[in-house]
């Protein structure tokens, strides 16, 4: 296939991020979803073993990987939950580690590689000077925050410096899974739920909604945020969602906003198609959206990039669409 493949949402972390964890989860105020996430890394496991020794590798272990599975370029990341699970001073450090770890593998290997940014929201201030850093001096295409910090979501406004910062550096915010916060984990405990099947998908569409009810795209018009999971299911919701929150501004339940909350989403999201690959989840994607509106990610060392590459090599959609689906919306997106 003469089709460049371009994978968006490909994870990392420094060793030190994951000895970090490593103290957190060994601590009393561990929070109960990451305690159960945590293990999947750092447990002794060969399967954790194995998704640890992977996600360190940002040399040539992981261009053979990719070499392997047939993709021609990856955007890294710091995996879940990144340093949002260390308080403010730690996380700004190791989110600035990290950030300068990451841009030395993408000048290691500039034609493969590409990268977002780590930030601590925690520290606001931080984050900004952080990101203008990252997107000036180290090169990288955008960021990536992990849902919830602490239980906080970014609707509160002490948060919009970083999206005022965003919109003036034109970085796209890859707004990605946790486990569901402190006040929304318990009933997600059992049964495993909490995970990326379906808990992450509850977590972080929630986030996103937030972020549109709160009038955030009314004050910064120009901001691009990007979901993956085919959207975490919001492509599904959008009619149900304006039809009800039209009531709800009837009523006096809820402010009226400039536009209707689907207006928001299909200016300023794009969403990905990492994890998800049925075909049915991603015509209807392409319908709501557009084609234009939709990256192709693997999510590795996560996922089955075999099968995620199987997926989109086959699905019954266009070769045009295809590619943009594989590489011309990344790269307009990200300016690669
Ligand atoms: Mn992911």
Redesign the pocket.
Same mark, same amino acid.
């Given at each position: 296939m003469g089709i460049k493949r371009i994978a968006v949402?490909e994870?990392f972390v420094t060793e030190e991020i994951a000895q970090e964890w490593k103290k957190v989860l060994a601590s009393k105020f561990v929070e109960p979803g990451f305690q159960m996430m945590g293990n999947t890394i750092l447990g002794d496991d060969p399967g954790a073993r194995m998704v640890h020794s992977r996600l360190v590798d940002t040399g040539a272990g992981r261009i053979q990987q990719m070499d392997a599975d047939g993709i021609d370029m990856a955007v890294l990341s710091i995996? /879940?939950p990144g340093v949002q699970a260390f308080d403010a001073v730690t996380a700004t450090r190791l989110a600035k580690d990290a950030n300068d770890a990451l841009a030395k593998a993408v000048q290691a290997n500039p034609t493969r590689l590409a990268a977002l940014a780590a930030v601590a929201p925690h520290y606001p201030q931080g984050a900004v000077q952080e990101l203008q850093r990252a997107m000036t001096s180290l090169g990288m295409k955008g960021f990536l925050i992990n849902s919830h910090t602490m239980g906080e979501y970014l609707d509160d406004r002490k948060f919009w410096p970083i999206f005022e910062a965003a919109e003036a550096l034109d970085a796209p915010l890859y707004l990605?899974?946790r486990e569901p916060g402190p006040d929304l984990v318990k009933p997600f405990l059992d049964y495993g739920l909490y995970f990326a099947g379906f808990g992450f998908a509850v977590e972080t569409s929630l986030h996103a909604m937030r972020l549109i009810m709160c009038g955030l795209f009314d004050e910064f018009p120009k901001l691009k945020i990007i979901l @993956?999971h085919m959207g975490e299911g919001l492509p599904f919701w959008l009619q149900r969602i304006d039809n009800r929150y039209l009531l709800q501004v009837k009523i006096g339940a809820v402010k009226k906003m400039k536009r209707l909350p689907s207006d928001y989403f299909l200016d300023n999201f794009v969403i990905t198609t /990492? @994890?998800v690959m049925s075909a049915p989840a991603l015509k209807l994607s392409m319908e709501v959206l557009g084609a234009e509106r939709i990256m192709f990610a693997a999510?590795y060392p996560?996922e089955s990039v075999t099968e995620g590459v199987q997926f989109m090599d086959t699905v019954d959609i266009t070769d045009a669409h295809r590619q943009m689906i594989y590489s011309g919306n990344a790269e307009k997106l990200f300016k690669l």
């Open positions: 949402e994870a995996t /879940s990605h899974p @993956g /990492s @994890g999510d996560y």
